[in-house]
């Protein structure tokens, strides 16, 4: 068992734009444009079972239960982003360790950029299956990472131009999970929760620490067994 431990500064923020183009072709998430036919979002608290080939299985904090039809393509990431230093993570630490069970830090909301042009921001600690980071070539092998999420700016899970937390399951060839975005302030503290409850599940939990405010997720998935490769990024 292993617990891991970060602090995730304001100082790490970059930010990117898409444009008109990369809009029409998909829907913006913390690694890229997406089909928007591959992004579904959650309720909170939510658990997804991704084991099945057709389709997501969905059940509420309620214990009702839906079933989302899988992405009829397979899910490609976007190449391009236009404005930012080159594609892929703009800043970010990484490390490995084998047999983690839990993956929690805090961090501080940065103040609002001085000026809005469309930008996104993301910033976020998160855990992958495989030692891959954009934009290097897409791996052969599958890839996914779990990931509590700061954002400024508009995605696939909404916002403009204000700071705002969801937590994000995303793999590189298949469907994307997010859960409900949540407004934040400057100043605020974010605490990211990213723990394994199952063999090959996981509970995300991206939290507002002065407000209470929260947006959660449970996912289980095969390939979710080991999440050995852990990072805190910007984006």
């Known amino acids: 068992m292993k617990l891991l431990t970060f602090l995730l500064f304001a100082a790490l923020s970059l930010s990117c734009r898409v444009d008109a183009k990369d809009k029409e072709?998909?829907?913006l998430t913390p690694f890229g444009v997406y089909p928007r036919e591959c992004i579904h979002s959650v309720p909170e608290g939510a658990h997804?079972?991704?084991?099945?080939?057709?389709?997501?299985?969905?059940?509420?904090?309620?214990?009702?239960?839906?079933?989302?039809?899988?992405?009829?393509?397979k899910a490609t990431r976007e190449t391009k982003v236009?404005?930012?230093?080159?594609?892929?993570?703009?800043?970010?630490?990484?490390?490995?360790?084998?047999?983690?069970?839990?993956?929690?830090?805090?961090?501080?909301?940065?103040?609002?950029?001085?000026q809005y042009d469309d930008?996104?921001?993301f910033l976020f600690p998160g855990?992958?299956?495989?030692?891959?980071?954009?934009?290097?070539?897409?791996p052969s092998q599958a890839f996914d990472i779990i990931q509590p999420v700061l954002q400024y700016g508009p995605s696939s899970a909404g916002g403009y131009d204000y700071w705002a937390i969801a937590s994000w399951y995303v793999?590189?060839?298949?469907?994307?999970?997010?859960?409900?975005?949540?407004?934040?302030?400057?100043g605020d503290t974010i605490f990211g929760n990213m723990t394994k409850v199952g063999a090959s599940s996981w509970y995300i939990n991206t939290l507002d620490s002065?407000?209470?405010?929260?947006?959660?997720?449970?996912i289980s998935r095969t390939l979710l067994a080991t999440q050995p490769w852990a990072c805190t990024c910007a984006v």
């Open 25 to 27: 072709r998909g829907s």
């Open 48 to 73: 997804i079972d991704a084991s099945s080939d057709t389709h997501l299985h969905i059940t509420h904090p309620d214990g009702k239960q839906v079933k989302i039809l899988r992405c009829k393509q």
């Open 82 to 114: 236009k404005g930012s230093n080159g594609d892929g993570w703009q800043a970010y630490t990484y490390l490995k360790a084998d047999n983690i069970t839990s993956f929690l830090g805090k961090w501080i909301v940065p103040d609002d950029p001085p």
């Open 119 to 121: 930008q996104t921001v």
């Open 127 to 138: 855990l992958q299956n495989i030692n891959w980071i954009p934009p290097d070539p897409q």
């Open 171 to 186: 793999t590189l060839t298949d469907d994307v999970v997010f859960s409900p975005l949540k407004q934040v302030s400057s």
């Open 210 to 218: 002065k407000t209470g405010t929260k947006s959660d997720l449970t």
